[in-house]
């Protein structure tokens, strides 16, 4: 085990590589550039064995990417935003026909108003494609992930592609001390791609053909039974990579000072970091408070959070984006996961279009939540660190 | 199959693409996919974006193909076909890994991932089948449509009667990425036809395939007609029959006298309502091309009425030009 201070985007490099990808379609688009330049820097420098496609547009990258897989080897790509509106497309067409890619999505804020700054508005457009999606806290966390995401992707209860998202500039650019693997512990967590099924001449088989209605519907229940099936799976994983690694990251979700909480908030992405860290001071100030890390979207831990919600009095859910319909996804996903459970839900909205979430706005967010768990009437969602006052 | 086939007669008659399909009466799309695919044989793997191939081929839980057979989307060939042949070759699988789709799918929507793949010149063959306008969503027109050509997008009007630009010279496009080797065919030459696709199956790096395939709804045209359609177009210039081989430009069948245009455009509805003056336009157009493409030595007199044939382009350029 080596041990180096990289950036994400470098630690999900070093990820592909040592999950032994074969072949990396790739387009650059900021702040996901890093990944594939150092991809291709391994792959002349010979330290690692993979075609690298250098594909004309993101479309392309995602369809060479459906072409390698369902050709039978590992494929990785990694694209952001508007780069993954322009796959749009294409995403659709990947968990349908059961492959399991795996792409890392650095988020950044998508569309007018524009900005190469970390905003969740990109992946979460995506999250009713059929991908499973996860978020990742660290540089060490997002290396983990791309190997736990093959895993997961490549189990035959799954048979599902995994979007690992992590925060542009804040993760993707930003150096953290790093552990890296020995190729041969990883080779023994992730052993070599047998893929169910592959375009041979020697098996002919038609993929992803026209389906008519008397078959589609029962094609669609089959994809929502498989990111259902993977719930299950995703925890075996983190607990197979706890047992080869010593690290492990919780499943659906992870829980910090739950078990006695009044009030909490629940986060995802880096933002977990700072809320561990307001969550010690309000301890420290003798106040019940707890925090929940989302670290997949898709599948959404609904069983999880109502367990995790029990005695719970309010909790706060932080989204990166907004759904302009008053709300955040996530705050949305979750008052849906808890509308049986005697919990206030409230949404807060931070960080767009890459503004700093500071210690203050998650203070405020603690605060908002606390005053909403002694019954105290809150704003349902409330923009911070927005200039001006709210509505 | 290691010898070379020649000619018609050499044509194996195992058939990779099988009956059954759902093409019109008189498909020329399906006259050339059968024939290709007899051609490239049993090792070989096709890709096929959204077109009237995939419709007719590929309805679950049936498929026409005997190969292995995959589609997505519809502007994605030469990406998909790239990721494939990557697969096959760290799988040790040595197939010919081909691509079928529209003229829609190559000279419009898919014209980006074309260049892509022709620009890493991937070994993979590009084949696209040119039945001038979006046929499987009901006749709009595209990039390849000719001039004056009624489509639904370019309806016969009281002010604009059909297209009004002429085709796209897409096999221009191509020879500007220097492929290893392009070539227009017609199902009207078929010992041209089989010597072309054979040509192309035995090379490696990015080859391209431009097959002519007329289009019975579409040219509303009889479905008896379809191979004197394709026949007419080359002696008129409406179709020339070249390949570009290591860098070389030639044409491989040179008619012996041009034929007025209006042969070949009075077999076809789609041209029914073009008057005298978009006929000479039209004409104007083909005689400039057909002087780029046989010189001077191929008799053209229904030409004589334009004062004299003009080159489409400078002269000293056309040496860099595959027109």
Known sequence: MKVKVISADHAVAYGAKLARTEVVPAFPITPQTLIVEQLAEFINDGEMDADFITAESEHSAMSIGIGASAGGVRVFTATSSQGLALMHEMIYAVPQNRLPIVMVNVNRSLGAGA???????????????????????????????????????????????????????????????????????VDRFLPKYEPLHKLDPAEPMLINPIVPPEYAMEMRYQLDRAVDHSRDVIKEVDAEFAKAFGRSYGGLIDTYQMEDAEFAMLTLGTATGLARGIVDELRKDGK??????????????????????????????????????????VHTEVAAALCNVPVMVTGHIAGIGGRDVTPDHMRQMYDVVERASKGEKVRQVTWHGLRGKME | ???????????????????????????????????????????????????????????????????????????????????????????????????LAGDGGTFDIGLQAL???????????????????????????????????????????????????????????????????????????????????????????????????????????????????????VETGMWTLYELEDGEARTTYRPRTMLPVTDYLKLQGRFRHMGNDDIAKLQEWLCRKWYLHYGSEVEQPVCAVFEKPRPMRQSEEDHLHFV
């Open chain 1, 115 to 185: 900005g190469i700054w970390v905003e969740y508005n990109d992946s979460m457009a995506e999250r009713d494609s059929g991908w499973l999606q996860m978020y990742v806290e660290d540089n060490q966390e997002a290396l983990d992930a791309i190997l736990m995401a093959f895993r997961l992707a490549e189990d035959r209860r799954v048979m599902l592609p995994v979007m690992v998202c992590l925060d542009g500039f804040i993760l993707s650019h930003t150096v953290e001390k790093v552990e890296i693997m020995e190729q041969e512990e």
């Open chain 1, 288 to 329: 019940k408070a707890g925090l929940i890390k989302l670290r997949f979207m898709r599948p959404f831990p609904f069983k999880e959070l109502c367990q995790a919600t029990k005695g719970l009095k309010a909790l706060g859910v932080f989204d990166r984006s907004a759904s302009f319909n008053g709300g955040g996804p």
């Open chain 2, 1 to 99: 199959m290691n010898e070379e086939m020649s000619t018609i007669k050499d044509m194996p008659t195992n058939d990779m693409f099988t009956s059954g399909h759902g093409a019109c009466a008189g498909c020329g799309m399906a006259i050339a996919v059968k024939n290709i695919m007899r051609i490239l044989g049993e090792n070989t793997t096709v890709y096929v974006p959204a077109s009237c191939l995939i419709v007719i081929s590929a309805m679950y839980p049936t498929s026409n193909f005997r190969t292995p057979y995959l589609y997505t989307a519809f502007e994605n060939t030469g990406a998909v076909i790239s990721g494939m042949k990557a697969a096959q070759r760290r799988r040790g699988i040595s197939s010919t890994v081909v691509g």
């Open chain 2, 115 to 233: 260049s892509g793949a022709a620009e890493r010149n991937e070994d993979v063959l590009y084949v696209c089948l040119d039945n001038e306008g979006y046929m499987n969503t009901g006749i709009q027109r595209s990039g390849a449509t000719p001039f004056g050509a009624w489509t639904t997008t370019s309806p016969v009007g009281k002010v604009v009667a059909g297209k009004r630009e002429f085709k796209k010279d897409l096999m221009a496009i191509v020879a500007a990425h220097d492929p290893v080797y392009a070539a227009s065919l017609s199902i009207a030459h078929f010992n041209d036809f089989v010597k072309k696709v054979e040509k192309a199956k035995n090379k490696k790096g990015f080859r391209f395939l431009h097959v002519m395939t007329p289009c019975v709804p579409g040219w509303r045209s009889d479905t008896s007609m379809t191979v004197e359609i394709s026949r007419l177009a």
